[in-house]
Each structure stands twice: as structure tokens, then as C-alpha cells.
């Protein structure tokens, strides 16, 4: 299966900082993902973007699916953003998760 | 308002009795799958469905059946829970099982078995 890795596994941020998650996959994907789990375990859909870049509001995602990775900008961080961060990739008809990068903002 | 729903959020049972987690989408969905999330081991796929009466085995399909009979709804079935099968559940769907659409996912269900 695609292999997934995100880096860091693990980012603590002030209130305010802006920060990037990178998301390295080893096989070419017809679907990536990117999703933020929130403290109560909520699956929350952040993008759907197999190539090129999107923005939604302090979120913004770039792929570049030829060099298979796809990275996560978060902007003026507020705590509301603390959670867990996952990049998925759809090869055939499921999608494998990463290991996630756990984001702890403080105020 | 377009959703995935699962029911029910929580729930704590005993090895060996059956349970039924149902999954149901209002988004005209084609594809529909479950998924686990253990610590350590991320989430992982158990079975998915391409479309009524077609459903097929993910990674992790053992000690779950599920079935399709209606488009909308997808239920998950432990005929015998054990304790091992204590976990996050989530319920996913997308439009069509021949295009590669954005995946949306239920609630998620947490599970503990005794």
C-alpha cells in the first residue's frame, strides 16, 4: 500500500505564529486529503486537494503530486487550532492515513 | 445539511455480545466504508462498500461483517465483540466509486468492550 509520512510528529506554537506540516506519500494518488481531528475526536475535512493550492481562511495547502508531497500552512494560530492533523491519500478505493502531527497552540 | 451519521457515539459492552454501529449518509453517496483508530496504529480501513449489495474487505476485517442493502446506510456488525475490538470508529462516504471524490467522515463511534 502508499506509504504516508508527516512531519513533525509533534509541534507546540504561541498564539499568533504561523507554522507548516508536510505530508511525504510514496506512490502517485488520485486523492489527498487533509483533515484535523479535534480534541473531542471529530474528523474535521480541511481540504480535498490532489494537486495544486487551496486557501480557506488561515488554512491554506499546496500539493505537488510529481514530487509526492503535500504541505499544510497554518496561519496566526489560535488554540481553536490544536488538535491532530492528518494527511490522507487515496491510491485505489481507500484512503491511508499518516501518522498524523499532533498541534498544541498556546495562548 | 449533508451529513454522515453514526449511532450510537458511545458505547461500553461485554465480550461476546453482538453489537450493530449503523452508519447512514443523505448525500446520494456510492462509496461507503468504516475505519478504526487504535493509538499507535492511525486509522485503518475495515470494509468499504462500492455500492449496494457490493461490499468488500479492507485491511482489518476480521471479527466485523457489514452489510449494504439500502444505498444510505452502511451498518457495522460485531456477531462477537472481544476486547480487542475496543477502539474509534468512523463511518465514511463519497460520491462515486469510479471517480476519486473527498471523502467525508461521521462522528465516530468509541467503543469499549469488557
Known amino acids: 500500500g502508499i506509504q504516508v509520512e508527516q512531519s513533525p510528529p509533534d509541534l507546540i506554537l504561541q498564539e499568533g505564529a504561523n507554522s507548516t506540516l508536510r505530508c511525504n506519500f510514496s506512490?502517485?494518488?488520485?486523492?489527498l486529503q487533509w483533515f484535523h481531528q479535534n480534541p473531542w475526536g471529530q474528523l474535521i475535512n480541511l481540504f480535498y486537494?490532489?494537486?495544486g493550492t487551496k486557501q480557506n481562511g488561515r488554512l491554506s495547502a499546496t500539493t505537488v503530486a510529481t514530487e509526492r508531497y503535500s504541505l499544510l500552512y497554518i496561519s496566526s494560530s489560535q488554540t481553536t487550532d490544536s488538535g491532530v492533523y492528518f494527511c490522507?491519500?487515496?491510491?485505489?478505493?481507500?484512503?491511508?492515513f499518516g501518522a498524523g502531527t499532533t498541534v498544541t497552540v498556546r495562548a | 445539511e449533508a451529513q454522515v451519521t453514526q449511532n450510537p457515539r458511545y458505547l461500553i459492552t461485554v465480550t461476546g455480545k453482538k453489537l450493530t454501529v449503523t452508519c447512514s449518509q443523505n448525500?446520494?453517496?456510492?462509496?461507503m466504508s468504516w475505519y478504526r483508530q487504535d493509538p499507535g496504529l492511525g486509522l485503518r480501513q475495515i470494509y468499504y462498500?462500492?455500492?449496494?449489495?457490493?461490499?468488500d474487505k479492507g485491511d482489518v476485517p476480521e471479527g466485523y461483517k457489514v452489510s449494504r442493502k439500502e444505498k444510505r446506510n452502511f451498518p457495522l456488525i460485531l456477531e462477537s465483540p472481544s476486547p480487542n475490538q475496543t477502539s474509534l470508529y468512523f463511518c465514511?462516504?463519497?460520491?462515486?466509486?469510479?471517480?476519486?471524490?473527498?471523502?467525508?467522515f461521521g462522528p465516530g463511534t468509541r467503543l469499549t468492550v469488557l
Open positions: 486537494i490532489p494537486s
Open positions: 465514511a462516504s463519497s460520491l462515486g466509486r469510479r471517480t476519486y471524490n473527498e471523502q467525508f
Open positions: 506512490d502517485s494518488v488520485n486523492n
Open positions: 462498500s462500492m455500492n449496494v449489495e457490493v461490499t
Open positions: 490522507a491519500v487515496q491510491g485505489d478505493y481507500k484512503l491511508s
Open positions: 448525500m446520494n453517496h456510492e462509496y
